[in-house]
Nanobody
């Protein structure tokens, strides 16, 4: 059973930066589609960023130019660098993984495996 452990959340002021990390306990990490999702209070979960096994990425429009998804296959670790944070970025952020690639991966369809979530708070 794959395990995803996310970390790096915290509280920052608007304009600040955070980097989220997600370690996957799976030796075939490079085969996975990986993504970050978030859920704000009272709102539905939304896809934020995704990266597939070829390195192709996608982002939700609201974070384009501010967030960067990346991965270190040697460390089985996924990252989300978040710059110029805004109060509306406040949410619980979840890393997720799936074996499906391409449009399924980059289109933020429901993934098979989920981490426990890490809280990000951005104050104005």
């Amino acid at each position: 059973q794959e395990q995803l452990v996310g970390s790096g959340g915290g509280s920052v002021e608007a304009g600040g930066s955070l980097r989220l990390s997600c370690t996957v306990s799976e030796i075939s990490y490079s085969r996975y589609c990986m993504g970050w999702f978030r859920q704000a209070p009272g709102k539905e979960r939304e896809g934020v960023a995704a990266i597939d096994s070829t390195g192709s990425t996608s982002y939700v429009d609201s974070v384009k130019g501010r967030f960067t998804i990346s991965q270190d296959n040697a460390k089985n670790t996924l990252y989300l660098r978040m710059n110029n944070l805004k109060p509306e970025d406040t949410a619980i952020y979840y890393c997720a993984a799936d074996l499906r690639s391409g449009a399924y991966c980059l289109g933020f369809y429901p993934y098979a495996y989920w981490g426990q979530g890490t809280q990000v708070n951005v104050s104005s």
